[in-house]
C-alpha cells in the first residue's frame, strides 16, 4: 500500500526567533519545509539543528519577500521539488527592538524607514501570496497564515519602554502597527478572493513572546497581560498547525489572536 506523500509547507523570513519556531512545528507534524531565508541568514543555528534532524524534509531557500523575482525562483524551486505547498506561512516581518543610543522623535522617523517596514511586512506578504497562492488554486487548495501581531489591534504603550536609558525615547516604529493592522486586511481580501478556488488565509496575531527581553519590559508587560506572562514559543505551535491543516477546514478571513488576552480589555 502505498503512502500519500507528507504534505510541504513554505515559511518565510524563516531564521530569527519565531521563524525556526514555526518551522521546527511544521516539521514535528509532518510537513516538508521549504525554509525561506533572508540572504546571510541561511546559518541560523536553530535552522541548522533542525537540518540535522530532519534530513531532507527541510529545505533552506534564499528569498527576499520584498523581490518578486526571488519568490518566483523560490516557487519554481520548491514546486519542482515537491510540487504545489499545502501550506504558506508569512512570517517575515521588520520590527525595531530597544538599542541603546538609537532613539527617534516621532516628527523624526524617516519616510524610508516607514517605508521599509510597510515594503517588508505588507508588500512581502502581499507578493508571497500572488506567488504561492497562485500555485496553492491551480492546484485544488491550500491554507495561507500570514503572522500579524497585537499591535495589529492596539497602539505600543510607550511606558513599557520608558525605564531604557535613550535620549531621545525609544520609539516603537509606527509603521509597526499599521502594517500589521494592513496584513490583517490584506488576509481578508485573499481569503474571499482564493475561497472558490480552495485556499484559505487566515492571520495569527501573538502577543509579546518570550526571547530575552529586559526583565523590567517583562514585568511590565506581564502585568498587562490578563494571562499574566508572555508567550512561550511552543504555545504558538499548536494555533498553527490549527490554521494550517483541516482542523480549520470552515476557518477563512479571521485573524486568531495568541495573545494571552492583551487585547480583550
Ligand atoms: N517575537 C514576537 O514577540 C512577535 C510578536 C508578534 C508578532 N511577531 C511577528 O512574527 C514574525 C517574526 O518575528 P520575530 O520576532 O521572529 O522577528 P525576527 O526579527 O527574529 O525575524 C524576522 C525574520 O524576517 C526576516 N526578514 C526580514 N526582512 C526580510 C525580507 N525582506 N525578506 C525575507 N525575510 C525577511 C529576517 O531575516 C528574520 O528571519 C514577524 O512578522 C513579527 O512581526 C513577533
Known amino acids: 500500500m502505498s503512502r500519500s506523500p507528507a504534505p510541504v509547507a513554505v515559511v518565510t523570513g524563516a531564521a530569527g526567533n519565531l521563524g525556526p519556531v514555526w518551522t ?25 539543528e533542525l537540518g540535522s534532524t530532519y534530513g531532507d524534509n527541510l529545505d533552506v531557500v534564499t528569498a527576499d519577500v520584498t523581490s518578486r523575482e526571488d519568490l518566483d525562483a523560490a516557487a519554481t524551486h520548491v514546486l519542482g521539488r515537491w510540487g504545489s505547498p499545502d501550506v504558506l506561512v508569512n512570517n517575515a516581518g521588520v520590527d525595531v527592538p530597544p538599542r541603546p543610543g538609537e532613539g527617534t522623535l516621532l516628527q523624526d522617523v524617516s519616510a524610508d524607514t516607514f517605508r521599509r517596514v510597510l515594503e517588508v511586512n505588507v508588500l512581502g506578504a502581499f507578493q508571497a501570496m500572488q506567488v504561492f497562492g497562485a500555485a496553492m488554486a491551480a492546484a485544488g487548495g491550500g491554507s495561507i497564515v500570514n503572522i500579524g501581531s497585537l499591535y495589529a489591534s492596539v497602539s505600543p504603550d510607550p511606558r513599557m ?8 525615547p525609544f520609539l516603537k516604529p509606527p509603521a509597526y502597527g499599521a502594517s500589521k493592522a494592513g496584513l490583517v486586511n490584506l488576509t481578508r481580501y485573499f481569503a474571499t478572493h482564493l475561497a472558490s478556488q480552495g485556499v484559505r488565509v487566515n492571520t495569527l496575531s501573538p502577543g509579546g513572546v518570550a526571547g530575552g527581553q529586559d526583565p523590567e519590559f517583562v514585568r511590565k508587560f506581564s502585568a498587562r497581560v490578563p494571562l499574566g506572562r508572555l508567550a512561550r ?14 482542523a480549520s477546514s470552515y476557518v477563512t478571513g ?11 480589555w
Open 24 to 48: 521546527g512545528g511544521l516539521l514535528d507534524a509532518g510537513y516538508r519545509v521549504a525554509a525561506l531565508t533572508l540572504e546571510g541568514t541561511e546559518q541560523d543555528p536553530v535552522l541548522v
Open 161 to 168: 519602554y520608558d525605564h531604557v536609558p535613550m535620549e531621545p
Open 233 to 246: 514559543p511552543d504555545e504558538l505551535v499548536q494555533p498553527l498547525l490549527f490554521l494550517a491543516s483541516d
Open 254 to 264: 479571521i485573524e486568531l489572536k495568541v495573545d494571552g488576552g492583551f487585547t480583550a
